[in-house]
């Protein structure tokens, strides 16, 4: 198996996980299988279950018996852990955003660095498409998305310049999309803004924060006592969720009270203080400067 995706964070977040040898592990978001790969290392009777929905994964699964994959999105892990007879998990870990694979290919329309169509879809067998969201969605939704999803204050601005442009054809292509909006930046601040409206896009496209929300929620009756959550995540908006989530200890889908009729607390956090790459890892890999890495136990 070639690894085509080099993981951030690789060894903080396998140190994070605390592996025992005969434990039940989950990797979230598989990808190019750095993770998984790595885990599989410091493992001997346990087991292994990795999630993915994009197609991609398939091309790169693990050949082990201790291994299982599913094509399915994160959200429904809760349930495939009690269809493969694991109750709960020893260890949970999840990589978020996109990858360099994913960037750097033109035929998935994630970059405004390629004249490709619009696309964005982690799964490509989903129906909505970045095509639909700038040509379909009217104009007061594109402001909410670009407002809440790209934290871009001009949003309204922004949303008005596509409707005015799809109005004389179709925005067909990522360089049609940065051509609506050149007006909104310049040489030196076109990375900093397409980013921005290229994420907001692709998080509604993959209603990323919902799916994140849910899949947390079901976390602390996933976890065994002692287990670990590990999480890397890359944009302000899902670190905020997941700092908050694990600040307010682990609200449950099944929240536990004690004989006050308080809530019971479901996990500690580990690591008091973000982890973040070191200056030699962003050298070698320079998408690596945004990553951050909390860590929560089950209590």
């Known amino acids: 198996m070639t690894v085509y995706h080099t993981p951030v964070l690789l060894k903080e977040s396998i140190e994070g996980l605390n592996i025992k040898p005969d434990g039940v592990y989950v990797d979230l978001t ?3 299988g750095g993770h998984s790969c790595e885990i599989l ?3 001997k009777n346990g087991k292994l279950i ?4 994009d197609t991609e994964a398939e091309k790169n699964l693990i050949e082990d018996k201790r291994f299982t994959f599913v094509k399915q999105n994160y959200r429904f892990f809760k349930n495939y852990l ?10 949970i870990i999840a990589d978020l955003g996109v990858s360099s694979r994913h960037f750097d290919n033109p035929e998935r329309g994630f970059s405004y660095r390629f004249n490709t169509s619009l696309d964005m879809r982690m799964d490509q067998n989903a129906a909505l498409t970045a095509y639909n969201v700038v040509n379909e ?4 939704a594109l402001v909410e998305i670009f407002y809440k999803y790209g934290e871009l204050p001009n949003s309204k601005k922004i949303s008005h310049a596509i409707i005015t442009g799809r109005e004389n054809k179709k925005i067909k292509t990522t360089y049609d999309l940065a051509g609506c909006l050149k007006e909104f930046y310049s040489s030196n601040t076109e990375y900093k803004f397409l980013s921005k409206v290229f994420q907001a896009i692709r998080i509604e496209v993959n ?8 899949m947390l929620q079901r976390v602390p009756g996933a976890l065994n006592k002692g287990g670990r959550l590990v999480i890397i995540t890359y944009h302000s908006l899902e670190d905020r969720n997941v700092k908050n989530f ?10 536990e009270f004690d004989i006050y009729g308080a809530s019971k607390p479901a996990l500690k956090q580990v ?3 973000v982890i973040i790459p070191s200056n030699e890892e962003i050298k070698i890999n320079s998408r690596a400067r945004s990553a951050k890495l909390r860590i929560a136990e089950k209590i």
């Open 82 to 91: 009690h269809y493969f007879n694991c109750p709960a998990a020893d260890g």
């Open 207 to 214: 209603n990323e924060i919902k799916y994140l929300v849910q």
């Open 41 to 43: 290392k410091h493992i």
């Open 271 to 273: 690591n008091k203080k």
């Open 137 to 140: 969605y009217p104009e007061m």
């Open 30 to 32: 598989y990808g190019g």
């Open 246 to 255: 694990i600040k307010n200890r682990g609200k449950s889908d099944k929240q």
């Open 50 to 53: 990795a999630f993915d929905c």
